[in-house]
């Protein structure tokens, strides 16, 4: 190869090196060296025999190993020298070279889908504040859904169709609104991918595209709104025969018509009863974690009518006076105290009601919120409140304060007695009274 030998202490030139050399030469306490030129050696250790390149770099002797023997047969051996000799040849720093190929290696190994998904993950919930509850669904989504299929591979090689496949998938089993949450959740992962350099700026995924899926239903709550439909269902919720609790979770949805979790969440500490207000606190609303952490976020006051301060005194002493209002009355474990989330839902579909067509514990509120306007003639702002639901107006929220909590007193128990009326077979007839539209009821 025309590269210069030189002795150096502890090498033992022989020429070229046969097997029965390399095989006879003895294991000794202190490793020796054996030449078989322009640059090969092998290192006799202790306990073992390994291949080494030697070569001068900046005045300064290298070693590179090239394996063990007889893992690496001498040839092999031989062939390797001879490759890392042309490169220096060419001007190329053998180990520089072999550095750069191992963090290039290591680099991809970090580059996988997966390993970048789940260091945006990370940073996601941390900037986001994501509930626990949000950030255990989204990265079991992908674990589910992308992770099997494309998880290993470096995020710069994967086609744009081995994700369409992923989310096709999904879709066929007619998980749309899955597919799309999937194909976000897959979207900001390439982008945080673009945002760290793992990526160029034109390989970023479909964004703003469709990702070959059709857009979303967008289909609200089932919830009826029909008033002698309404009052069967209350007749058919107050003759329930199932699980004493269950009934007044039952009961109570559609007179207090706050969300599922809210009201499944409930303690007894939220409740005064004798002043008919629950306070709900903010770690158990449904808003932004990082407005649950604020100390400054203030509860939801949620008056109670009659009809509702009598359910949970009914109730109390079976699960009170403190702790969860609807326990889990089946399990006592600590991870099992509340009813479980799909609880009322099974109790409505146990009654003979559809709960993707007719009605379900969600669909409660868009029941009340639509007769309370239509029948009751209360101001949407109040319904609003009552709802926990945000001012449509910019910066509505850091103005407007306002709980609307004695407006809002007047309305839920207008609400109820409506309810009642409607259990007993009456519906509200429309009519004009000092120029406002009101309600009348009608026997049926």
Not at 70 to 80: F, G
Not at 256 to 281: K, N, S, Y
Not at 359 to 376: D, M, P, S, V, W
């Amino acid at each position: 190869m025309g590269l210069p030998p030189f002795s150096i202490s502890g090498y033992t030139a022989m020429g070229l090196l046969t097997d029965r050399q390399i095989q006879s030469a003895s294991h000794r306490p202190t490793e020796y060296f054996l030449s078989d030129g322009e640059g090969l050696f092998l290192r006799v250790r202790p306990t073992r025999k390994v291949w080494i390149y030697r070569y001068k770099q900046d005045g300064r002797e290298v070693k590179l190993g090239l394996g063990r023997y007889p893992v690496v047969s001498l040839a092999v051996a031989r062939q390797k020298a001879r490759q890392l000799a042309e490169k220096r040849a060419n001007g190329v720093d053998p180990k520089q070279d072999r550095r750069a190929a191992q963090e290039r290696e290591r680099i991809q190994r970090l580059n996988t889908f997966e390993a970048v998904a789940r260091i945006w993950h990370a940073q996601a919930n941390k900037d986001r504040t994501w509930s626990k509850h949000y950030a255990d669904k989204v990265i079991r989504a992908l674990a589910l859904h992308v992770f099997p299929w494309i998880g290993r591979h470096p995020i710069p090689s994967i086609l744009q169709t081995e994700i369409v496949r992923c989310l096709h998938r999904i879709k066929d089993r007619g998980n749309l609104e899955t597919a799309q949450r999937v194909k976000g959740y897959v979207v900001d992962v390439y982008q945080y991918a673009a945002d760290t350099g793992v990526l160029e700026r034109g390989q970023n995924f479909m964004t703003g595209a469709t990702g070959g899926l059709p857009a979303s239903r967008g289909r609200s709550y089932a919830a009826i709104t029909d008033p002698k439909r309404l009052g069967q269902l209350v007749r058919d919720i107050r003759a329930y025969n199932g699980n004493i609790i269950t009934r007044a979770a039952l009961q109570l949805a559609p007179i207090v018509f706050q969300r599922p979790g809210q009201l499944r969440f409930a303690h007894w500490e939220d409740m005064d009863l004798d002043a008919a207000i629950w306070t709900c606190p903010p770690e158990k609303m449904k808003i932004r974690e990082w407005r649950k952490q604020d100390t400054r976020t203030p509860p939801h006051l949620v008056p109670l009518p009659s009809q509702a301060v009598d359910l949970l005194r009914d109730i109390q002493p079976l699960t009170g006076p403190i702790g969860p209002i609807f326990r889990n009355m089946a399990r006592r474990s600590e991870g099992s105290r509340y009813m479980s989330e799909n609880t009322v839902n099974s109790a409505l579909r146990a009654l003979g009601y559809d709960t993707q067509e007719d009605i379900t514990g969600h669909g409660f509120r868009a029941t009340a919120r639509t007769l309370i306007r239509e029948y009751l003639g209360w101001d949407p702002d109040v319904i609003e409140r009552h709802l926990a639901h945000g001012s449509d107006e910019e910066l509505g929220d850091s103005y407007d304060r306002a709980t609307l909590l004695e407006q809002r007193r007047y309305m839920v128990q207008a609400w109820a007695d409506l309810l009642d009326a409607l259990a007993e077979g009456k519906v509200p007839a429309l009519v004009r009274k000092f120029g406002k539209m009101t309600a009348d009821f009608v026997e049926v």
